[in-house]
């Protein structure tokens, strides 16, 4: 018999799989390789995630805001 809590578990966590995969193919810079980081993402669940994320945050740019918003990021630093 399975636990009530197990059915929303699986779900919370394939949504954290989805979102992430969602955000790295948005963020990613060359979009030939968009759709195989969020692949990798969902594939390789945080083992993937985790070190992509670290070797981003090493990076040329070092502000939190680059790392987010990726391709996106006006390197002019005027807000919105």
């Known amino acids: 018999m399975s636990h009530p809590w197990r059915g929303q578990f699986n779900i919370d966590f394939l949504a954290h799989l989805?979102?992430?995969?969602?955000?790295?193919?948005?963020?990613t810079k060359n979009r030939a390789l968009a759709p195989l980081t969020g692949v990798f993402a969902i594939m390789g669940g945080a083992l993937f995630s985790f070190a992509y994320l670290l070797v981003r945050s090493f990076g040329g740019d070092q502000s939190v805001r680059h790392l987010l918003l990726g391709r996106h990021h006006d390197s002019s630093g005027a807000s919105s």
């Open 18 to 27: 989805v979102m992430m995969a969602v955000w790295l193919w948005w963020t």
